[in-house]
């Protein structure tokens, strides 16, 4: 599976599969990480750690997804503020 990075800002990465399917993953220390469900998924920053921690079950369609990137990065500073 091919995954297309459309954006990033932050920490964060929205991408495709250019099949219609999108979806948002943090980028921390050389590995990607989930946004969706309960337990956040974790690879080595790569294509193939892109589509394995988004999995079957994190693909959206592209206004969600977007929606999802700009929430998230936007709140990056607010948070990063918060925590340190």
Known sequence: MAIKVLDHKESYRLITDERGHYAVVEVRCGHVYSLHGHHRREAPDSEEGMARVIGNDGWFDEEKARCCFNSAAGG???YSQ???
Do not use: K
């Open 76 to 78: 990056e500073t607010y």
């Open 82 to 84: 918060r925590i340190w």
